[in-house]
């Protein structure tokens, strides 16, 4: 029993982190879509891509709080981008999320901010 206890709790750990598409905070429903990008980046043979999605781009201003970030892996096979949230985030005016291709791997992933 025990055995079998630690054995679901490794792969749930091990399904979570290969998790390509990722929350960070809670969309209700008067939250306004902030911003919108989808990234697609080709694959680099032997070698990988990181992108950072940076909200409010350089030179715009943001007066809203970021509730909740969504990052959606849109390949099928679940070969996109491992995403981390590097800056900001719910609770803030600002934040930045990095994408980080598979190796040898392309990057079509979509990302949303909402606020209110």
């Not at 960070?24 to 999605?53: A, F, I, Q």
């Amino acid at each position: 029993m025990k055995f079998l206890i630690t054995f679901c709790l490794i792969a749930s750990l091990a399904t979570v982190a290969w998790t390509s598409s990722a929350t960070w905070g809670k969309r209700y429903s008067n939250d306004y879509l902030l911003y919108r990008e989808n990234v697609v980046r080709t694959p680099l043979n032997g070698n990988y891509w990181n992108v950072n999605v940076a909200f409010p781009k350089s030179g715009q201003g943001n007066t809203r709080n970021i509730t909740a970030i969504y990052v959606f892996d849109r390949f099928t096979n679940s070969s996109g981008a491992q995403p981390s949230l590097w800056s900001g985030g719910p609770g803030y005016k600002f934040a930045t999320v990095n994408l980080k291709s598979q190796y040898s791997r392309g990057i079509n992933s979509t990302v949303e901010f909402y606020g209110r």
